[in-house]
């Protein structure tokens, strides 16, 4: 039901289709509409990226991943409690996956 909206770019529906093909175990293409949402600045869509990169729910965990999308989200907090375990390199890559992922060039 949410796929037309979603390949429309509305960023809820895309964010709705991720979970459900998460609930389905496809982890690259529920990625892959987290990732289309989070372009357009959706702040759940990048919490979700968070969690699957920290939980590993697609066959990755990347702590330092999921860091730099809780920083892109705004959650200071949370993601200094994830960045005591990392080094600055892996911080600094992490955050270059995350602008690039984004379309974000320095």
């Known amino acids: 039901a949410c796929h037309a ?3 429309a770019g509305d960023p809820r529906a895309q964010r709705s289709l991720a979970q459900s093909l998460s609930a389905l ?3 690259e293409e529920a990625r ?3 990732l289309q949402a ?3 600045g959706d702040v759940q869509a990048q919490l979700g990226l968070a969690e699957m990169s920290l939980n590993g729910r697609d ?3 990347d702590p330092a991943l999921a860091w730099a999308w809780l920083l892109q989200a705004g959650e200071q907090h949370q993601a200094a409690g994830l960045a005591q375990g990392l080094s600055a390199g892996q911080r600094e890559r992490a955050l270059d996956q995350v602008r690039q992922q984004l379309g974000i060039h320095p």
């Open 32 to 34: 892959n509409w987290l």
């Open 25 to 27: 175990q496809r982890y």
């Open 5 to 7: 909206p979603a390949q």
């Open 38 to 40: 989070a372009r357009q």
């Open 59 to 61: 066959g990755r965990a």
